[in-house]
């Protein structure tokens, strides 16, 4: 009882100042604590301020408490009884102070050992009485009117969650991989690809695209698959080992490789000034 009821008051302060940060400083998607250090520094110098100011009163108030001669401190314990917190604690326990055990003690007794007729304490009570009161809700929620169960909760979540997926990688170009990858038509996207390709590409697949140490781009033969996937995995993954096509993942953005890769295939059915032999087989896309 004693320390219960300061414990509570710097538990009750905590939460407080806990919600009063997350309401100033906290935004929809992240608590103030991880967004700034210095809300945690402060929040936990206040709990210990907090803890250390009822440490100081309460040792203070033994020292009253034991400065004073005996009637006095009978009216202080009785005047503290009577406080809201003191009756509450007492009402909510109703159990018999020792003196008074006898009037409940049972006629059993084994070997010794004696039964009390103690009452539930009240809060025990009131908690059964609320698990009662969340059944009947949680029945009639679950069982009559057919709320959602765990399943279809969690379904109905990740299908939103797949629709926000969506639209952000709209907004996240480098987020294209070889399933997403889509050819690119726009003339800023080509030119974009074009630079790419003369930095990058030209001394192994020429210019034009007829190859030389690369092969032939501008056929319908494909070594490793035509079609804007497959091209795009090329350059991203790099040809067959030992064959001198690297993977060019590390050196260019995936939205670039979209580029490059839109750019080679515009190169089809051009005519180069010395197309290099086709090689793999002609590519029909499904
Ligand atoms: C060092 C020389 C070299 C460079 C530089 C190079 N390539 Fe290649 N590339 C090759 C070779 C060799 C192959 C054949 C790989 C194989 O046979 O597996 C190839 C294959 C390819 C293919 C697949 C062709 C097919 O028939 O399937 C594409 C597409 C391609 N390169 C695009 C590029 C692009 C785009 C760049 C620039 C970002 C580039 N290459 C840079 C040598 C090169």
Same mark, same amino acid.
């Given at each position: 009882m004693k320390l219960l009821i300061p414990f509570l008051r710097v538990l009750f302060f905590a939460i407080i100042a806990f919600f009063l940060f997350e309401v100033i400083a906290g935004t929809d998607d992240q608590f103030s604590f991880e967004k700034y250090p210095m809300v945690q520094t402060i929040f936990w110098g206040l709990v210990i301020l907090a803890i250390f100011i009822e440490v100081v009163v309460g040792a203070l108030k033994t020292r009253v408490f034991n400065s004073l001669n005996e009637k006095a401190q009978e009216r202080f314990e009785a005047y503290e009884d009577d406080s809201y917190f003191g009756k509450l604690y007492t009402k909510m326990l109703d159990s018999k102070p020792i003196e008074q055990e006898e009037e409940i003690v049972l006629d059993h007794n084994y070997d010794g050992i004696k039964e009390l007729d103690n009452t539930l304490p009240p809060w025990w009570v009131y908690l059964f009485y609320a698990s009662i009161f969340f059944a009947v809700f949680y029945l009639a929620k679950?069982? =009559?009117?057919d709320g959602d169960s765990t399943t279809v909760e969690y379904e109905k979540e990740v299908a939103q969650a797949e629709i926000d997926i969506a639209e952000w990688k709209k907004t996240a170009?480098?987020?294209?991989d070889a399933s997403s990858v889509e050819l690119l038509t726009e003339a800023s996207d080509l030119e974009a690809g074009k630079q790419i390709f003369t930095t990058n /590409?030209?001394? /192994?697949?020429?210019a034009d695209g007829g +190859?030389? =140490? +690369?092969? *032939?781009?501008?056929?319908? *033969?494909?070594i490793l698959g035509g079609g804007i996937k497959n091209v795009f995995t090329t350059i991203i993954e790099g040809g067959r080992p030992g064959k001198g096509m690297v993977p060019w993942k590390n050196d260019l953005k995936p939205s670039e490789i979209a580029q490059v890769a839109s750019y080679v295939l515009g190169f089809q059915g051009t005519t180069p000034a010395a197309p290099k032999v086709a090689e793999g087989d002609v590519w029909v896309e499904e």
């Open positions: 679950y069982e =009559i009117f170009k480098d987020l294209i /590409c030209v001394v /192994c697949h020429k +190859g030389s =140490i +690369g092969p *032939n781009l501008t056929d319908e *033969n494909w």
